[in-house]
């Protein structure tokens, strides 16, 4: 058994391979840039070596800066993880040429999947079946054009070197053809630095479900079942269960032994996943092969009770695999949510933000929380947005999802807009609960899902003004008698402080209150209502509000404030702080740059009248392409942007006229 292990990797994963490592005797080596000298995997490790800058390619991308480390530790071997260079072949080439073990496949197996369209030529000579397509090296937009035109559209266009839904466009019709694929190529380019493209048949109601497979140097190879992945945005895997709703023996032993004859076809060693589109009529697609540990790797180790790291580090040390096809068992039923700093609301776009508060409920046999990240932590431009995966099992999927349903109502996540109610609402819904899943899901029940935060109710409002003002008695930087900023008075001796609900479309609202001998009194558009509150260090806040006890959760840094109600986190500003002089309600005239990048297109000018929801402004960042859109109805008074231009975060790039 190896002695020693470098995760070349960050946040969740890197966490996640350490934790076994450990548990196996293994010293384990963290490697970190300089945006991560502080964090958890960096603390969980023996040892930690600065890679380099908090660019990915100045450090985590950076092969020789790894084996730098790997050499001055005296690891023997190197733990991708995943993302990064864990499906780079001239990585685990240079690994073997320095005598240090790759915890993955061989170079010659990666390379074979590296490009979407090579695997699939490859997988169509060892017989798995393919999505009709266009896999060719010209790459001319006509011959691509005609090649869409023969498929029949919709098609899909997709970065052959893609990954992670980048790159990837549908074309309804030959109409929009040209538009997506320059926008794919785009994408591709900036990504991957490559902008090849492969056309596909767009299936219009496929479920996207994945075979784990693990192979050993001697021969052997099995599979661990599948994972249903449908439930998409973006192309991208937002909950994860295992076994595959409504799977039939018969169909998961093809769909396994296909993946079987995938991986030993290009002699597959380790861990890795087939992926696979299965149409409504049964039949099933090679879409690629993923050379490594996926993030959703979790809900197959509930439903097999084994540890996939603890596999692949054995399988590294040059052991069999621990058992064979036949001493494999499905137990239960397992999900899997993946806890993004997103905006569900507006159209999934990544959000950046310090998390001020952070609580899970308790791990336990039906319960894991697998995070790379603590509280009062960030998550930057740099990485990935995801902030933590909830994993959950039971003896069936029906009491399995009641446990993600109490495990995400516990979740509680503060300082940014995440989609931890948006979760929520999925593991509410009727349909899910039915196992009627395909990769249209949430685009269908987009009404029943979104918002996913609904606009703050008075009861979260007062409860968020009641936590500012106790929080400010308790630090003492705030009593009744002397105002400062933010604080206006109003005549008759009553106070005000504005809130401005982010979720709720920005809207500004102005609490009215008095101070009373235990509490407070706000007046409220029908009543006066008396409340009394007790809030702990830990933000936990027990109210009274006019008779009736709640409780909540509190979380506030500076201007921002999050509320805890009911299993929901309500997203609020305080104006008059940060804000300067500007108040609420000129607040959510502007449309302000959610996080740096760059404008690809603005499709509304000065004067225009917009509805609701209309597409405002197309912007490039965290690599890819966000439509901010109209909040409310309007008059567009000013564009202060144009195509091409470099923006900063909370950079000013339209304005609405104010309502006459
Ligand atoms: P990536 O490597 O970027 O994740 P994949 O090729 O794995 O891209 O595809 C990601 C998702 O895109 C799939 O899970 C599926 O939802 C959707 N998809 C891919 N190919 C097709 C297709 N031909 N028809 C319909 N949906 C597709």
């Not at 899910?432 to 609904?454: C, M, Q, Y």
């Not at 202060?640 to 950079?651: A, L, S, V, Y």
Request: aromatic share 6%; charged share 25%; hydrophobic share 40%.
């Amino acid at each position: 058994m190896l002695k020693s292990v470098l995760i070349a990797n960050r946040g969740e994963i890197a966490c996640r391979v350490i934790r076994t490592a450990r548990r196996m005797g293994l010293r384990t080596i963290a490697v970190y840039s300089d945006a991560d000298a502080d964090a958890l995997h960096v603390a969980q490790a023996d040892e930690a070596v600065r890679i380099g800058g908090p660019l990915a390619r100045d450090s985590y991308l950076k092969i020789d800066a790894v084996l730098d480390a790997a050499k001055k530790t005296g690891a023997e071997a190197i733990h991708p993880g995943y993302g990064f260079l864990s499906e780079n072949a001239n990585f685990a080439e240079a690994c073997a040429k320095a005598k240090i073990v790759f915890v993955g496949p061989p170079a010659s197996a990666i390379r074979a999947m590296g490009g979407k369209s090579e695997a699939k030529a490859l997988m169509a000579k060892a017989q798995v079946p393919l999505v009709p397509g266009y896999h060719g090296e010209d790459q001319s937009p006509d011959v691509l054009e005609k090649a869409a035109d023969k498929i029949g559209y919709p098609v899909l266009i997709k970065a052959s070197a893609g990954g992670g839904g980048k790159g990837m466009k549908v074309a309804q019709g030959k109409a929009d053809f040209r538009d997506q694929l320059a926008s794919a190529k785009r994408e591709a380019l900036s990504s991957f630095g490559d902008d090849r493209v492969l056309i596909e048949k767009y299936l219009t109601k496929p479920r996207h479900v994945e075979i784990q497979v693990f192979a050993d140097a001697h021969g052997h190879c099995v599979y661990l079942f599948e994972r249903d992945c449908s439930i998409q945005r973006r192309h991208q895997k937002v909950i994860e269960e295992a076994p595959a709703p409504g799977m039939t023996a018969g169909l998961r032993q093809r769909m396994g032994e296909a993946a079987v004859t995938a991986a030993k076809s290009i002699g597959y060693v380790g861990a890795g996943t087939v992926e696979f589109l299965l149409d409504e009529d049964g039949s099933f697609y090679f879409m690629e092969m993923n050379t490594r540990l996926q993030v959703e790797h979790p809900v197959t180790e509930f439903i097999t009770g084994l540890d996939l790291v603890e596999w692949q580090l054995r399988v590294a040390s040059g052991e069999k695999l621990p058992l064979a096809q036949d001493q494999l068992a499905i137990n239960g039923h397992a999900f899997e949510v993946r806890l993004y700093a997103e905006d569900p609301d507006r159209d999934f776009l990544p959000q950046t933000g310090t998390i001020t508060h952070l609580s899970f409920p308790p791990e336990n046999g039906h319960v894991r929380i697998d995070t790379g990240i603590t509280q009062g932590k960030a998550i930057s431009t740099y990485y990935d947005p995801m902030i933590a995966k909830l994993i959950v099992w039971d003896l069936d999927r029906p009491q399995a999802l009641a446990q993600l349903r109490r495990a995400l109502a516990q979740t509680e996540i503060g300082g940014l807009v995440t989609n931890t109610a948006f979760l929520a609402k999925l593991a509410a819904n009727k349909a899910f609960a039915k196992g009627d899943v395909d990769t249209g899901f949430i685009g269908r029940h987009e009404k029943e899902l979104l918002p996913s935060v609904p606009a703050a109710p008075d009861d979260a409002l007062v409860l968020a003004a009641t936590g500012i003002l106790l929080r400010e008695r308790q630090k003492g930087t705030r009593d009744p008698w002397s105002l400062m900023d933010g604080w206006r008075h109003h005549g008759g001796g009553h106070d005000h402080l504005t809130l401005i609900d982010v979720s709720g479309g920005q809207t500004a609202h102005k609490l009215v209150f008095d101070y009373a001998k235990d509490g407070f009194l706000f007046h409220l558009k029908k009543a006066v209502l008396p409340v009394s509150a007790t809030l702990s260090s830990s933000g936990k806040l027990t109210a009274d509000l006019g008779g009736r006890r709640l409780s909540a959760g509190f979380a506030s840094q500076s201007d921002d404030v999050t509320l805890f109600l009911d299993g929901v986190g309500y997203r609020l500003k305080r104006a008059g702080i940060d804000l300067g002089e500007e108040d609420g309600e000129a607040a959510a005239l502007r449309i302000a740059a959610p996080m740096p990048g760059r404008i690809i297109a603005v499709h509304v000018a000065a004067g225009k009248m917009v509805e609701k929801g209309t597409p405002l402004i197309v912007l490039e960042a965290m690599k890819m392409e966000h439509t901010l859109k109209a909040g409310h109805a309007g008059k567009i008074e000013y564009v202060g942007c144009k195509p091409g231009d470099q923006i900063r975060e909370g950079q000013e790039l339209l304005r609405f006229a104010a309502p006459a």
